[in-house]
């Protein structure tokens, strides 16, 4: 199993720009697949991005040349860069080990407009 810690979260005015972080520990962490999601009040949860062990990545289209993720595999750390932010990207943000399913507790982001 993976245990994972998001943090980086934070109140932001519309066109500014944010980094999450999720650090992992308990699993080898360089292997596994990982995936950036949010959860906005009153939906569903929605996948953001994701990046294989070898660093291929992929975007929801909502978010596709804005956000940015990336890995430090001796760090055990993924990051997310989100710039261009807009209200609507407003949620609470989790980190996802896409080989165990482990969800972190997820961090909160907020934009202004």
């Known amino acids: 199993q993976v245990q994972l810690v998001e943090s980086g979260g934070g109140l932001v005015q519309a066109g500014g720009s944010l980094r999450l972080s999720c650090a992992a520990s308990?699993?080898?962490?360089?292997?596994?697949?990982m995936g950036w999601y949010r959860q906005a009040p009153g939906k569903q949860r929605e996948f953001v991005a994701l990046?294989?062990?070898?660093?291929?990545?992929d975007y929801a289209s909502s978010v596709k040349g804005r956000f940015a993720i990336s890995r430090d595999n001796p760090k055990n750390t993924v990051y997310l860069q989100m710039n261009s932010l807009k209200p609507e990207d407003t949620a609470v943000y989790y980190c996802?080990?896409?080989?165990?399913?482990?969800w972190g507790q997820g961090t909160q982001v907020t934009v202004s407009s």
């Open positions: 996802r080990d896409l080989h165990f399913g482990s």
């Open positions: 308990g699993s080898v962490f360089n292997v596994n697949g």
């Open positions: 990046i294989t062990s070898d660093g291929s990545t």
